[in-house]
């Protein structure tokens, strides 16, 4: 059974920093690119950051360029996101996504909330 388990959401204050976590089961995670996503009241869902399955490259939405690093951990089929310098625009549920060619797989989300 496919599992990823995001942990970590909070409130936070803006500037602060948030780390998020997801845990995985179920599939070969080193097989597959990860990503975080978010989704904001009212708004699509958008993607936030990814790390490829082979050298671990990663890339950023440019809204979190210089905040935000996506890490993986392939002994623990974990995946994590560092926020820093949050923003009230960063409010959103995070979502946690495997995908290897045609697989895709989410997690349940994780709330954010910037706000004073």
């Known amino acids: 059974q496919v599992q990823l388990v995001e942990s970590g959401g909070a409130l936070v204050q803006p500037g602060g920093s948030l780390g998020l976590s997801c845990t995985t089961s179920?599939?070969?995670?080193?097989?597959?690119?990860m990503s975080w996503y978010r989704q904001a009241p009212g708004k699509e869902r958008e993607l936030v950051a990814t790390?490829?399955?082979?050298?671990?490259?990663?890339d950023y939405a440019d809204s979190v360029k210089g905040r935000f690093t996506i890490s993986r951990d392939n002994a623990k089929h974990a995946v994590y996101l560092q926020m820093n310098s949050l923003k009230p625009d960063d409010t959103a549920v995070y979502y946690c996504?495997?995908?290897?060619?045609?697989?895709?797989?989410w997690g349940q989300g994780t709330q954010v909330t910037v706000s004073s």
């Open positions: 996504h495997a995908a290897f060619f045609s697989n895709s797989y």
């Open positions: 790390i490829t399955n082979s050298d671990s490259a990663t």
């Open positions: 179920g599939f070969a995670f080193i097989l597959y690119a």
